[in-house]
């Protein structure tokens, strides 16, 4: 019996060490693809391993998946406003060794800046993976 008390103690302690602290939840049910804006936002007492705890982490980023009222806002659930669409024709580069090509993409994902997605080559009809950059250009990655 007291073996079986001991393991509760140690199991609870980590639970009773994590108090609660400030952190960001939606203020109202937030969709996916969209901006977050300051009146989206609010700060409450919630202890939630992996939220964030600073708003303006939050602000001008996307929501990547539904975001609901009142519940806390995970770093893995934004990130950069995108700024390829699905099916969009984009910019593809190859650079190595000097050797550059530069063609025509068609977007296989949505994406953001620094994001790896499928680009279908428009030529050649191959697909390959690259990173999006800031102005929306595909490069492609070994």
Known sequence: MKRFVLLICLWAAPLAA???TMTVVAARTIPAKSVIGPDDLLLREVST???VR???QI???E???ALYAGRPIRSADIGPPAVVERNQIVAL???Q???VIRTEGRALDRAGP???IRVMNVMSRQTVRAVIDEEGIAHVTN
């Open 18 to 20: 994590q108090e609660a």
């Open 49 to 51: 391993l992996g939220a």
């Open 54 to 56: 600073d708003p303006d």
């Open 59 to 61: 602000i001008g980023m």
């Open 63 to 65: 929501a990547r998946v």
């Open 93 to 95: 580069i190859y650079a």
């Open 97 to 99: 060794n000097g050797l």
């Open 114 to 116: 620094g994001d790896l």
